[in-house]
């Protein structure tokens, strides 16, 4: 399989494309007026207490407080062993309104909610996560060689000081490193947390202490993996910081890392700029005729499966069974694609053999086994619904580059002329019949008027004798379909 990934790095928007086999999987994107806050490092202060949702909001220098739950404060009482026991005691007995206190972002701002804090502060690198208040060595799941499971953990232990309280998180990259690698990592990571924990002292409440690496960086450390083919960058300045950036820390891929200097853009490259473009469509359609409806809500996205123009071969069931198979991979990649968090509702076309469901649904598991982020497929409802969970740790796609339409206030809907022009005419007898006047107009949207003075004609004559008030209409460019007023005069 051929991986390549594109970074369009703009001085005001930095964009990264990962394109498998030319068919783009995932896009992010940074803005550098609001960049992701996920793995910031703040000194915060503790503004209000909440026991009964064992709960603190703090202050971070944020428009919006940041809520810290009291499963994700470390308790200094058992720093000796790093083992905490099961919480059973109050919050106020962790933090108290004032404190000042050292959090990272785990999960951005998303609509009205503020940032999600942990005080278990973790510090990435290459090949390992260091964890100031854990303890030992833990393995990323995703390597599953026993033998290189215990090369690793083998390797780690056998650099951990004496006297060194802290853990480490072994990641995916980290299969077949030499240890000197590992080493290096170790020593770049407690330098790394020292200078942090210095800085937390002498920083004021409500500041930065350690921002995360910039996009082009984060993309290096945390994606590539050795099955890349290439990395190309469009900008000189981007591609000299990459350069140095793995001449330091990841030096056997620098021969990947290109710079693009042609003058076609590089997201024209595999199609991925119309590719964005199609991410941000409810429909999606598949190869052999169906499609998929996406649906993104605050407290869900639906995604529906429909059969559409493929008929196929053999029979029905036949028929909604290669469709549903096309479905679950395709779904995958739309969940990467459009970064969907949250919990997931899928709606395969009903299938009536056991075999079929369960075929549909190892390779939907297949297919999200490629995806970065944790994803959960807990259950089929008695219903036949697919249920599903994807960790929300970003805003997706359409919250990053969207927003809602001012004409529906996002239901996706508008009321329809004819409706509007009935409102129009109930409204016209309400002011008939509380105010004297001698004149009545109507301004509305172009479409409207044109209703009025088409079908709806005999009524609004019918409404001019009923009232004895003449009414004049006027066409209103910015108003919307379901926007109009009624004017006395």
């Known amino acids: 399989m051929s991986t390549e990934i594109l970074i369009n790095a703009g001085t005001h928007e930095a964009r990264a494309a990962v394109v498998e086999n030319g068919v783009l999987q995932e896009i992010f994107l940074e803005r550098s007026s609001r960049r992701g806050l996920i793995s910031n490092i703040y000194k915060g202060r503790v503004s209000r207490v909440l026991p009964g949702m064992q709960a603190a909001f703090i202050e971070i220098g944020m428009e919006r407080t940041a809520f810290l739950h009291a499963s994700d404060i470390f308790d200094p009482r058992h720093e000796a062993t790093g083992i905490e026991p099961p919480r059973t005691e109050n919050i106020r007995s962790l933090v108290a309104e004032g404190n000042e206190i050292l959090v990272q972002v785990v999960k951005d701002p998303l609509g009205t909610k503020g940032a999600r804090l942990t005080t278990y502060i973790t510090l990435p690198s290459r090949y390992l996560v260091y964890m100031p208040q854990g303890r030992g060595v833990g393995l990323s799941a995703r390597i599953e060689n026993e033998a290189e499971r215990e090369r690793l953990r083998s390797a780690v232990l ?21 240890p000197e690698a590992l080493r290096a990592d170790m020593m770049y990571l407690r330098r790394l947390w020292e200078f942090v924990r210095q800085k937390g002292l002498r920083t004021d409440p409500g500041h930065l202490v350690h921002a995360d690496l910039p996009l082009h960086l984060r993309i290096l450390r945390d994606l590539l993996r050795p099955d890349f083919e290439r990395v190309l960058v469009d900008q000189p300045n981007a591609h000299r910081e990459m350069r140095e950036f793995a001449g330091a820390f990841i030096p056997e891929i620098l021969p990947r890392i290109e710079l693009y200097e042609e003058r076609r853009p590089i997201f024209e490259l595999h199609h991925v700029e119309e590719e964005i473009q199609k991410a941000l469509d409810r429909k999606v359609s598949l190869k052999s005729g169906g499609y998929l409806i996406i649906d993104q809500t605050e407290a869900m996205t639906t995604i529906d499966v429909n059969t559409g123009a493929f008929v196929g071969h053999r029979n029905l069931e036949e028929t909604i069974f290669r469709t549903n198979l096309e479905a679950a991979v395709t779904i995958a990649r739309q969940l990467r694609l459009r970064n969907l968090g949250g919990i997931i509702i899928i709606d395969f076309i009903d299938m009536e053999e056991p075999e079929h469901r369960r075929q549909v649904l190892q390779a939907l598991e297949r297919a999200l086994g490629d995806d970065h982020v944790k994803t959960n497929i807990s259950s ?9 969970t994807r960790k929300r740790t970003r805003e997706s796609l359409e919250h990053l580059l969207c927003q809602a339409c001012p004409t529906c206030e996002g239901r996706g809907f508008v009321k329809t002329a004819e409706t509007v022009c009935y409102e129009v005419f109930r409204e016209i007898l309400r002011q008939a019949r509380q105010f004297e006047c001698q004149q009545l107009m109507v301004l509305a949207h172009q479409d409207v008027i044109e209703r009025l003075l088409d079908e709806e004609s005999s009524a609004l004559g019918e409404l001019e004798l009923v009232t004895g008030i003449p009414i004049r209409l006027q066409a209103e460019s910015l108003y919307g379909v379901d926007q109009y007023d009624v004017v006395l005069m």
Do not use: F, Q
């Not at 056998?158 to 490193?177: H, K, M, Q």
């Open 158 to 178: 056998a650099d951990l000081e004496p006297d060194e309280n802290a853990g480490y998180i072994v990641r995916t990259a980290a299969e077949d490193a030499p």
């Open 380 to 388: 089929v409802s008695p219903l036949g619904l697919v249920e599903m």
